[in-house]
Each structure stands twice: as C-alpha cells, then as structure tokens.
C-alpha cells in the first residue's frame, strides 16, 4: 500500500522530523502504523495520507487502553485484581454504547450471550486472517538494575538504631569528606630552567658569529706570526674559546699547527667559563686586532 | 420447570458458545501482534495471565479499526461517484482510493471520536476580505 504525503499535515518536513527526539512510546507507535495500513488495505483501499494514518494509529492504541481500563475498573468493582472474560465483555459494552448495539436497551441480561462477542465472533469466522508482516520482539525490554548493597549485604551495621538494616547501606565516608588540596604553583622550576639555558645558547651563538666575522675579515689579511702570537695570549690569559676560534682559523687557512697549541686548546675548552667572561675578552680581542693590526703596519707588510 | 431447563440448556449452549469461541482464538492470529497488545494492556493496568483474553482485546481493536475503516471507504466511494456522475473523463484518474483527514473525521464522528481539522490557515484576520473593507 502506498503512502501519500500531505501538503497540509505533518509529512512533508523531512529534515526537520529527523531533528526530532525519539520519544518513549515510539517503538509501539511504529507497529500500530503498520497494523492499521494492513487493515486498511484488507478493508479495500489503495493508499493513504500520512496524518489520516496517524490518526487511525493513535486510535488503535487508545481503544484498547481505553478497554484494559474499563475492564480493570470492572474487575476492581468485583473485588479481584486479575481480569476476566466477564469484564472484558462489559468494557466491550460500555465502549460501544456510544454506537449502538443489540441489546444494548436490555438490562439484565447474561454476559454470556452478550451481542457484542457474537459480532466478535462473527468477525472472526469471516474475516481471513492478516498476520503482522514482521516478528515483534517482546517490548518494553527490562534491564537488570544494580541495586545499592544492603547494610546486612555489606555486613555493616548501621548508625543509628532507628535506620533497619535491609535498607541500602550509606556512602562510603571518603565521598564525602572534606580533605586539603593539593596547593597548584603557578611556575614550573623545570621549564625554567630549560627556558633559561636555551636563552644562553642563544646569546652565546650569536656572539660566537659575531667573532668569526670579525676573524673572516681579519683572518685573510693577518700574517701567521700575529695569529699565533694572539692565540698564546689568550691562552695563557685561559680564554680557551678565542683559543681555539684562533685556531679554527689557522686550519681554515692551511697553515700547520702546532701540535701543543691544538692540544691545549682542546683541553682548556672543557674548562670555559661563561658568558660575562666571553664579553669581556670580546673587547680585549678587538683590542688586540688592532694592536696586530698597528704592528704589521709598522713592521711594514 | 420446563422453562427452567430450557433456560439451563440455552445457557449451556451459550457457555459452550463463548469457551469455542475462545479456544477458536488461540488458531486465529490476529493483525495486531500480542507483544504490542501485552504492552498497552500492562500500560493500563489490566493484569490477566490468560493469552486468550489478550487475543480477545486484540480481536476487538481489529474489528472497531476495521469497522471505521469500511465507513471511511464508504464515504470515500460515495464521494467519487459524485464526482464521476458530473464527468466521465476523470473516471480513470479517481480510481484509486485514499484514506483521507475528511472521510476518516466522518466516519469516527459516528463512533463518537471527535478528530477535527482546519478547513484553511489564513496569514492574518483580513485575509479574503475586500479591498474596500479592509482599508477601513
């Protein structure tokens, strides 16, 4: 059977009823759609309007509601809690009173040839047989409940004389008590330090291009007495990182070096000082430059 | 005592009526699935172990739906054969019959179920009014 979507009902939003929040009783509400379309289609039509069928679904759910109710009520009167065919039978009539049925106007008759089950009955003998289409699974499905452990349960007793012991037992204290925090600091003395020594490296690598340009520019017109000169100079004054920038200098050109003055240096480089101590002897080294320089110009290069 | 007896015998036929019918329901299966009847049953309060009472309810739920249903249909024929009456070229297009809001509010009206739709919407109060009065 098909389905024709309305212009003026509620089929045409698509987007917005996927928006929509399953609610609780969709599941059921689901099933009795499909139940009415079959009975619509046995009864002889060939389609329907989406808000005709859910109409029609919502009745089918609240008629037999509306029958457990009456027939409860009945049973109740009665003085019994389990229901009977009796009381079914006069849900049944109080129903369809509103309709009309045979011996409706009666009073005092027997439930047993009530009218209204023989027009049951009659619908049942003529009626072919509409299965639902697919298996239901039984619904609402319960889930076992992890209950809160007794005091017994739990081989407490309780405090207090007034509170039972099959009564579920309390909160651990540790929940709920109060206990001193762990007081945050605001600095992390690692990252400190780390920040620290990167800055030095820093300063340091910048200090150590400054002087090799210094010694590029020098280097290339300097003669080898004068460069060795300085780098004893700076050794004996324990400046081993000039030292060996002097050194690193004489290779740069070719020149052979004297084995002592490599191994002195390498040695006296494990022992450099810090960064201050590099900034002073910057100074004295272009003061030393210059004084190369004024002696090659008076030696007369 | 005649009497009697033949009431007594009636009433044994009506006994043995309804506990066949009964045991009738247990082979028939009706549309509407136990397991959805159960659950609205349970819903409301209505506690009996028996499955045939629980097919009897769903029985009765068949039987009022489809006896809406048929009036519906009914209406819905009647309104084509109108409509084919005052023109024959449409015939073939209404042949097809679809549940619709206006034969299905017909039809429960009678079984006292009111399900009552608008005719239209309108965008404001002086919509379809004439021009002339709706100036003023």
Same mark, same amino acid.
């Given at each position: 059977?098909?389905?024709?979507?309305?212009?003026?009902?509620?089929?045409?939003?698509?987007?917005?009823?996927?928006?929509?929040?399953?609610? /609780?009783?969709?599941?059921?509400?689901?099933?009795?759609?499909?139940?009415?379309?079959?009975?619509?289609?046995?009864?002889?039509?060939?389609?329907?309007?989406?808000?005709?069928?859910?109409?029609? /679904?919502?009745?089918?759910?609240?008629?037999?509601?509306? $029958?457990?109710?009456?027939?409860?009520? @009945?049973?109740?009167?009665?003085?019994?809690?389990?229901?009977?065919?009796?009381?079914?039978?006069?849900?049944?009539?109080?129903?369809?009173?509103?309709?009309?049925?045979?011996?409706?106007?009666?009073?005092?008759?027997?439930?047993?040839?009530?009218?209204?089950?023989?027009?049951?009955?009659?619908?049942?003998?003529?009626?072919?047989?509409?299965?639902?289409?697919?298996?239901?699974?039984?619904?609402?499905?319960?889930?076992?409940?992890? $209950?809160?452990?007794?005091?017994?349960?739990?081989?407490?007793?309780?405090?207090?004389? @007034?509170?039972?012991?099959?009564?579920?037992?309390?909160?651990?204290?540790?929940?709920?008590?109060?206990?001193?925090?762990?007081?945050?600091?605001?600095?992390?003395?690692? /990252?400190?330090?780390?920040?620290?020594?990167?800055?030095? !490296?820093?300063?340091?690598?910048?200090?150590?291009?400054?002087?090799?340009?210094?010694?590029?520019?020098?280097?290339?017109?300097?003669?080898?007495?004068?460069? !060795?000169?300085?780098?004893?100079?700076?050794? $004996?004054?324990?400046?081993?990182? @000039?030292?060996?920038?002097?050194?690193?200098?004489?290779?740069?050109?070719?020149?052979?070096?004297? @084995?002592?003055?490599?191994?002195?240096?390498?040695?006296?480089?494990?022992?450099?000082?810090?960064?201050?101590?590099?900034?002073?002897?910057?100074?004295?080294?272009?003061? /030393?430059?210059?004084?190369?320089?004024?002696?090659?110009?008076?030696?007369?290069? | 005592?005649?009497?009697?007896?033949?009431?007594?015998?009636?009433?044994?036929?009506?006994?043995?009526?309804?506990?066949?019918?009964?045991?009738?329901?247990?082979? &028939?299966?009706?549309?509407?699935?136990?397991?959805?009847?159960?659950? &609205?049953?349970?819903?409301?309060?209505?506690?009996?172990?028996?499955?045939?009472?629980?097919?009897?309810?769903?029985?009765?739920?068949?039987?009022?739906?489809?006896?809406?249903?048929?009036?519906?249909?009914?209406?819905?024929?009647?309104?084509?054969?109108?409509?084919?009456?005052?023109?024959?070229?449409?015939?073939?297009?209404?042949?097809?019959?679809?549940?619709?809001?206006?034969?299905?509010?017909?039809?429960?009206?009678? &079984?006292?179920?009111?399900?009552?739709?608008?005719? &239209?919407?309108?965008?404001?109060?002086?919509?379809?009014?004439?021009?002339?009065?709706?100036?003023?």
């Amino acid at each position: 059977m098909s389905g024709v979507k309305t212009t003026g009902g509620k089929g045409e939003d698509g987007p917005s009823s996927s928006l929509e929040r399953a609610k /609780a009783d969709d599941f059921g509400r689901s099933i009795s759609k499909i139940v009415v379309a079959q009975i619509c289609e046995s009864v002889g039509y060939q389609g329907y309007k989406e808000s005709a069928l859910e109409a029609l /679904a919502d009745i089918s759910i609240w008629y037999p509601c509306d $029958l457990a109710k009456n027939a409860s009520f @009945h049973a109740n009167l009665a003085g019994r809690t389990e229901c009977n065919v009796f009381d079914i039978t006069r849900a049944l009539e109080d129903l369809g009173d509103s309709h009309g049925f045979p011996g409706a106007s009666e009073t005092g008759n027997c439930l047993v040839d009530s009218c209204i089950v023989k027009g049951i009955t009659q619908f049942v003998d003529t009626k072919e047989e509409i299965p639902f289409a697919q298996p239901v699974p039984k619904f609402p499905v319960v889930r076992n409940e992890k $209950l809160v452990p007794s005091f017994k349960h739990m081989n407490e007793a309780p405090p207090g004389k @007034h509170i039972p012991s099959w009564l579920p037992a309390f909160p651990d204290p540790h929940t709920y008590n109060h206990t001193p925090m762990w007081t945050e600091r605001a600095s992390n003395p690692c /990252a400190d330090k780390i920040e620290q020594a990167r800055r030095q !490296i820093k300063a340091e690598r910048a200090l150590l291009r400054l002087q090799q340009r210094f010694v590029l520019v020098v280097c290339t017109i300097l003669p080898k007495e004068a460069i !060795i000169s300085d780098s004893i100079i700076f050794l $004996l004054i324990g400046d081993s990182v @000039h030292a060996c920038y002097w050194k690193s200098m004489l290779i740069m050109r070719g020149e052979k070096v004297w @084995h002592w003055l490599s191994e002195t240096c390498a040695l006296l480089s494990y022992m450099s000082v810090g960064f201050l101590f590099h900034l002073g002897f910057t100074v004295f080294f272009t003061l /030393a430059t210059v004084e190369s320089l004024v002696s090659m110009i008076a030696i007369g290069y | 005592m005649n009497h009697n007896q033949q009431s007594n015998d009636g009433k044994h036929d009506d006994d043995s009526a309804l506990s066949d019918f009964l045991a009738s329901l247990m082979d &028939y299966t009706p549309t509407i699935p136990d397991e959805l009847v159960e659950h &609205y049953l349970a819903k409301s309060g209505f506690q009996c172990p028996d499955v045939r009472l629980i097919r009897l309810v769903a029985v009765a739920t068949q039987k009022f739906v489809a006896d809406v249903a048929s009036d519906s249909l009914q209406h819905c024929k009647a309104r084509q054969a109108a409509v084919v009456k005052d023109k024959r070229d449409k015939q073939q297009k209404d042949k097809r019959l679809i549940l619709t809001m206006d034969d299905l509010s017909k039809s429960l009206r009678e &079984y006292g179920v009111n399900v009552k739709q608008q005719e &239209y919407f309108a965008d404001s109060p002086s919509t379809g009014m004439d021009p002339a009065s709706r100036d003023e």
